[in-house]
Nanobody, 123 residues
Framework: VQLVESGGGLVQAGGSLRLSCAAS????????ITWFRQAPGKEREFVAT????????DYVPSARGRFTISRDNAKNTVYLQMNSLKPEDTAVYYC?????????????????WGQGTQVTVSS
């Protein structure tokens, strides 16, 4: 499966962005999808994940209440709605696909990655 992220950009603190992860090559409904982010000089970290059906989700504590992950399997797309953005949310955001949901969210367990989209939040 090929993944392409879009929707990043520059936004002021308190603003919102919606990221999209479009899949091709195989239906996205076959995969659990996870959003990661990587800031300069830092390791890639888990942000949010959604199961194949969309029934189950999980978030990093700093994103709960501000970010919402969702999916539209008919459009082969997964979304990350980000509200109340903070400067510390600045990073390159990646979506990744995995055949199963649950367990560890280590980036090492994901086989398919997009190229990333830059999110910059100014103070």
């Amino acid at each position: 499966v090929q993944l392409v992220e879009s929707g990043g950009g520059l936004v002021q603190a308190g603003g919102s962005l919606r990221l999209s992860c479009a899949a091709s090559g195989r239906t996205v409904g076959s995969y659990a999808i996870t959003w990661f982010r990587q800031a300069p000089g830092k390791e890639r970290e888990f942000v949010a994940t959604i199961s194949e059906s969309g029934f189950s989700t999980d978030y990093v504590p700093s994103a709960r209440g501000r970010f919402t992950i969702s999916r539209d399997n008919a459009k082969n797309t997964v979304y990350l709605q980000m509200n109340s953005l903070k400067p510390e949310d600045t990073a390159v955001y990646y979506c990744a696909a995995r055949g199963t949901y649950g367990g560890s969210w280590s980036p090492k367990l994901y086989d398919y990655w997009g190229q990333g989209t830059q999110v910059t939040v100014s103070s």
